[in-house]
Nanobody, 123 residues
Framework: QVQLVESGGGLVQAGGSLRLSCVASGRTFSTYAMGWFRQTPGKEREYVAAISWSGEITYYAESVKGRFTISRGNAKNTMFLQMNSLKPEDTAIYYC????????????????WGQGTQVTVSS
């Protein structure tokens, strides 16, 4: 079956950096767009960034633009999120997701989800 596994979360001070990874397995993801979302208790899942199957097209939420970079590995079944200049408001559980076709910012359009990795940014 399809499985997405995130890693790389942790505790970091404000201004620091983290790199999240997502490894997908169970099918060929070369034609799937992927994305990162995040969620804090009591709030809806929030779009962070998305990337096309080729890795050539990327989109970012305004709140992370210029600080986060999304990328895909050569095998296309891996995805990364480089997070720089982290702020306390970036604290959340970060989820990777995959969908067939073009990347979007809409969580309901993604078919596959990982279990999430906690990112905590202290002030």
């Amino acid at each position: 079956q399809v499985q997405l596994v995130e890693s790389g979360g942790g505790l970091v001070q404000a201004g620091g950096s983290l790199r999240l990874s997502c490894v997908a397995s169970g099918r060929t993801f070369s034609t799937y767009a992927m994305g990162w979302f995040r969620q804090t208790p009591g709030k809806e899942r929030e779009y962070v960034a998305a990337i096309s199957w080729s890795g050539e097209i990327t989109y970012y939420a305004e709140s992370v633009k210029g600080r986060f970079t999304i990328s895909r590995g050569n095998a296309k079944n891996t995805m990364f999120l480089q997070m720089n200049s982290l702020k306390p408001e970036d604290t959340a559980i970060y989820y990777c997701a995959a969908k067939y076709g073009n990347p979007t910012s809409l969580a309901y359009e993604y078919s596959y989800w990982g279990q999430g990795t906690q990112v905590t940014v202290s002030s």
